[in-house]
């Protein structure tokens, strides 16, 4: 639309100052080039403006998803964490929180090992029959938030988006698809880049791109398939 816009800024410009080459008395020639001028400054301003301010959009954008993104990164890792201890997610910060703050969460060892098997066994009138099991052995515990978070406090403020739409927090839900635990967190673009231009904002909101962020909210997770991905590429973030 920009070069469209620029190529007919011109041929309007060629064929202005053809008409007045071609109509115009040689006496309002000059006040009418000064006007033509002034007219083609302006448009010029316009069409640099329109273009600078998509590129100064589209850098600011990039840092605030990424400052979203990691945020959820946070959350998703966090979830899996207390799927691992709960065998479930969780659709409440305050127990995340409370969760990454004093729970621990066990390292095991998974090992096979023959025990006798006492029901074949009397039905095969005591002749001694094996069967293998799997025990899990838990051989020690890790701390959360020493070992996602590193010491930093972080995770107690990882329900606020933290910019953008002042006030503004992620949806969090949970629950199951079928048998499966399933979570998805998430804020629209629209929350994130709530003091930008309505117009610049709705583009981004029907973004379809292999590069870009697809759809109008930054999504982790999700409630309609067993999911524990972003819907971001790798590029906006170092996390992952």
Same mark, same amino acid.
């Given at each position: 639309?920009?070069?469209? =816009?620029?190529?007919?800024?011109?041929? /309007?410009?060629?064929?202005?100052?053809?008409?007045?080459?071609?109509?115009?008395?040689?006496?309002?020639?000059?006040?009418?080039?000064?006007?033509?001028?002034? @007219?083609?400054? @302006?448009?010029?301003? +316009?069409?640099?403006?329109?273009?600078?301010?998509?590129?100064?959009?589209?850098?600011?954008?990039?840092?605030?998803?990424?400052?979203?993104?990691?945020?959820?990164?946070?959350?998703?890792?966090?979830?899996? #964490?207390?799927?691992?201890?709960?065998?479930?997610?969780?659709?409440? !910060?305050?127990?995340?929180?409370?969760?990454?703050?004093?729970? +621990?969460?066990?390292?095991?060892?998974?090992?096979?090992?023959?025990?006798?098997?006492?029901?074949?066994?009397? =039905? !095969?009138?005591?002749?001694?029959?094996?069967?293998?099991?799997?025990?899990?052995?838990?051989?020690?515990?890790?701390? /959360?938030?020493?070992?996602?978070?590193?010491?930093?406090?972080?995770?107690?403020?990882?329900?606020?988006?933290?910019?953008?739409?002042?006030? =503004?927090?992620?949806?969090? +839900? #949970?629950?199951?698809?079928?048998?499966?635990?399933?979570?998805?967190?998430?804020?629209? +673009?629209?929350?994130? /880049?709530?003091?930008?231009?309505?117009?610049?904002?709705?583009?981004?909101?029907?973004?379809?791109?292999?590069?870009?962020?697809?759809?109008? #909210?930054?999504?982790?997770?999700?409630?309609?398939?067993?999911?524990?991905?972003?819907?971001?590429?790798?590029?906006?973030?170092?996390?992952?």
């Amino acid at each position: 639309m920009i070069i469209l =816009a620029i190529v007919l800024i011109i041929i /309007l410009t060629i064929g202005i100052v053809w008409l007045i080459d071609k109509f115009v008395p040689k006496k309002l020639k000059p006040i009418l080039n000064i006007l033509l001028w002034i @007219f083609i400054i @302006f448009i010029g301003y +316009k069409t640099y403006m329109s273009v600078y301010k998509e590129i100064q959009f589209n850098q600011l954008k990039k840092e605030r998803f990424s400052m979203v993104i990691d945020k959820l990164i946070d959350i998703r890792d966090s979830q899996l #964490a207390y799927k691992d201890v709960h065998g479930t997610y969780t659709d409440s !910060f305050d127990k995340l929180i409370n969760f990454v703050e004093n729970g +621990k969460v066990p390292i095991t060892q998974r090992r096979d090992t023959l025990v006798l098997d006492e029901v074949r066994t009397r =039905a !095969f009138g005591g002749v001694e029959t094996m069967k293998t099991i799997t025990l899990i052995d838990t051989l020690d515990y890790w701390n /959360l938030k020493d070992s996602i978070f590193k010491g930093s406090d972080r995770y107690k403020s990882m329900m606020n988006v933290g910019i953008g739409k002042e006030g =503004a927090k992620f949806t969090l +839900k #949970a629950g199951k698809l079928e048998e499966f635990p399933v979570f998805e967190a998430s804020v629209e +673009k629209s929350v994130i /880049l709530d003091d930008q231009e309505p117009y610049l904002v709705e583009k981004e909101k029907q973004v379809v791109s292999v590069d870009g962020v697809n759809g109008p #909210a930054l999504i982790v997770g999700s409630m309609d398939e067993v999911f524990t991905k972003g819907n971001w590429p790798k590029s906006y973030t170092n996390k992952e």
